[in-house]
């Protein structure tokens, strides 16, 4: 079975659902089609969080979409999930702001926001880069959009000034008349997407990561690929080609957690999502993720989380 289990957001949607009424036109206008739909491809927007974050009811639950997002936050916090790990993105004492950026195709959820978050929130699909340039493999070959890449980063001041001077400057080419406007916003757009290439690709040499901590990138980088076909320790450990009471041992000393604690934490949250859908039926659910029995399914939800599946879907 090929079907994604959690279900895919577009802009659209997003507005529909999270941004509130009087706030949508505006939304909507940042980059949309003659039809105030947003465009299917060569989509970006650019927009400052603190006038728009007041207008989104938070929590933003887990979904996949298929655009690319990231964010550069200067002051207060915002609270994501990313996969399985929850982050706190915000400047700290030591780190004047703090740039995160996200794949298209990822699991990911907002639970909060704080009301003095500032900074820049853009979103785009691969297409916007992408047709500009000769590359088709641009976007993967950018060390921050891997699997395995942290999608938080602390930076110095001069790189938060760097970096905002080169939004500020994306987003006047946004209000601007161009009439080679896309052309002009995507290379820009790519030139900032190389800055923060080699910031983090400076920040990695510096970073030194144990042999265990590398084996549970990788394994977790498998496990989002993999979850709705794969369930065994032993079908992880073949792929990484280690026995699997080694992927254990260093999974557990990674993480704290046993590697078939995270095999079924992931399974499990893509069957929450698609419990929060009311018009998929728990068979369904269970077929699109590969449960062969129904009871089997529900046997394992309940184990979990203490409830049966019709449970949990009615107290979401």
Avoid at 220 to 240: F, M, P
Wanted: glycine share 4%; charged share 20%; aromatic share 12%.
């Amino acid at each position: 079975m090929n079907q994604p289990a959690i279900p895919i957001i577009d802009p659209d949607t997003f507005v529909d659902q999270f941004v509130a009424s009087e706030a949508r036109e505006q939304a909507r206008n940042l980059h949309a089609s003659a039809d105030s739909r947003f465009p299917a491809n060569r989509f970006f927007i650019l927009m400052r969080i603190e006038d728009f974050a007041r207008q989104i009811a938070f929590p933003i639950p887990a979904s996949r979409s298929f655009h690319y997002d990231f964010m550069l936050l200067t002051n207060g916090s915002i609270r994501r999930t990313y996969g399985l790990e929850s982050y706190t993105i915000g400047p700290g004492l030591s780190w004047p702001g703090m740039f995160s950026a996200y794949r298209a195709g990822d699991i990911v959820s907002t639970e909060s926001c704080s009301a003095d978050a500032t900074g820049f929130y853009g979103l785009f699909d691969a297409e916007f880069v992408l047709a500009m340039l000769k590359n088709p493999h641009a976007l993967a070959e950018l060390s921050f959009f891997q699997p395995d890449a942290s999608p938080v980063l602390p930076l110095d001041t001069d790189t938060e000034s760097d970096w905002l001077a080169q939004l500020a400057r994306i987003e006047q080419a946004l209000k601007s008349q161009r009439t080679d406007s896309q052309a002009y916003i995507s290379s820009l757009f790519y030139a900032f997407l190389l800055d923060v290439q080699q910031y983090y690709g400076h920040r990695e040499q510096t970073r030194q990561l144990s042999s265990s901590a590398r084996l549970t990138a990788h394994f977790r980088q498998l496990l989002t690929r993999h979850i709705l076909s794969k369930r065994s320790v032993n079908d992880y450990a073949d792929l990484l080609a280690v026995t699997p009471n080694h992927l254990n041992k260093c999974v557990k000393e990674t993480t704290g957690k046993p590697t078939s604690i995270l095999i079924a934490e992931m399974l499990l949250l893509e069957a929450k999502v698609l419990l929060g859908q009311p018009g998929l039926s728990i068979s369904e659910i269970a077929y699109r993720l590969s449960f062969d029995d129904l009871s089997y399914f529900a046997r394992f939800f309940k184990k979990h989380t203490g409830l049966n599946p019709t449970e949990y879907r009615q107290k979401a």
